[in-house]
């Protein structure tokens, strides 16, 4: 039984915004499972906040449930939370459900949606943040945001890369069938760190994603507003 909380090492940039997919996933995953967390803020460069973790990166959790033990990694903390509360809502929904949804996250990537809101993000950055965040993002497109990110420029793009799950979800109501998966996670996380950052709408009304996302949302009580975190809820209509 999980009484105790979980702490969730969370990359946060100014004014609460979480926009990091892979933390996104987390804190979807520990609410799905329905176990209490705590949001521990976490910054570049923080590293020695993570250090018992023996390694630089975030999400992290901490479950006191289990006498403070970490787990890093978005995929494994799913595993982990799969495998350690086992009478939670599952998941997976079993092994090749898990096998599935790995192949979803090996899918989605962060590449087209940071063509469409890298500029976004890197200004609602605390001064002695954004440089660093720039720095990464060009490092990986070889190219000075102006170049790569073209805002909403980018967006028909990132929604040509969601066809399969737009075929998917117009006869699904979930990747995860009739009720949600850690697929559905995983692919909301990317909407939540776009909420976060920049006003720019990625999804037009009539999309089969969009009535998708709002249904997630519904399902998770719009992790959005519900924890306090800045962005813009008028995307969220
Ligand atoms: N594969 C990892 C990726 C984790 C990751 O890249 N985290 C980024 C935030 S989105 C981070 O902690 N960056 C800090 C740094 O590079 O110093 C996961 O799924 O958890």
């Not at 949606?113 to 993000?121: K, V």
């Not at 000075?144 to 073209?150: G, I, Y």
């Not at 399902?219 to 519900?226: C, E, L, R």
Request: aromatic share 14%; with cysteine; charged share 25%.
């Amino acid at each position: 039984m999980a009484s105790k909380l979980i702490s969730v090492y969370e990359l946060e940039s100014d004014e609460s915004r979480f926009f990091s997919p892979y933390c996104w996933a987390t804190r979807l995953a520990v609410t799905h499972k329905g176990i209490k967390y705590k949001t521990i803020p976490w910054h570049f460069g923080e590293q020695d906040k993570i250090k018992f973790s023996n390694q630089g990166l975030v999400p992290v959790i901490v479950d006191e449930n289990q006498g403070g033990k970490w787990v890093n990694d978005s995929w494994e903390i799913a595993k982990y939370l799969e495998k350690t509360y086992p009478d939670q809502p599952s998941l997976f929904d079993g092994p090749s459900g898990e096998a599935l949804c790995r192949f979803v996250t090996k899918s989605v990537s962060l590449g087209p949606l940071m063509e469409c809101i890298a500029l976004d993000s890197q200004k609602v950055q605390l001064p002695e943040h954004r440089a660093w965040l720039k720095e990464k993002g060009e490092a990986l497109f070889g190219c000075p945001t102006e170049q790569f990110c073209k805002g909403e420029g980018g967006v028909k793009a990132f929604g040509e890369k969601l066809q399969p799950f737009r075929d998917t979800l117009q006869e699904y109501q979930f990747l995860g069938g009739s009720s949600p998966c850690y697929a559905d996670i995983y692919l909301l996380s990317f909407f939540m760190t776009a909420y976060a950052v920049s006003p720019i709408k990625l999804l037009a009304k009539d999309d089969p994603l969009y009535s998708w996302r709002q249904r997630m949302l519904k399902a998770y009580g719009n992790p959005h507003t519900a924890h306090g975190q800045k962005g813009f809820p008028e995307s969220l209509e």
